[in-house]
């Protein structure tokens, strides 16, 4: 679990984190890290570092 202050929750629930039509946050900050990790390894591997991605 990544521990992170209580402004930072604030801000990412108010500004980053998925939520559902009604408003309601409907995800958590690791799920965040691990989406925009992914879409940042997918740029890499359409790029460069093809041989690398795993890795990353």
């Known amino acids: 679990m990544i521990k992170l ?4 929750l604030t801000i990412l629930e ?5 939520k559902n039509d009604k408003g309601r946050v409907i995800e958590k900050p ?3 890290f691990r ?3 992914k879409n ?4 890499d591997a359409k790029y460069k ?8």
């Open 14 to 18: 108010q500004r980053y984190l998925k």
């Open 35 to 37: 989406r925009v990790s």
């Open 30 to 32: 690791e799920d965040l």
């Open 49 to 56: 570092y093809k041989n690398e991605i795993k890795k990353i």
């Open 5 to 8: 202050s209580k402004n930072a």
């Open 40 to 43: 940042i390894a997918l740029a």
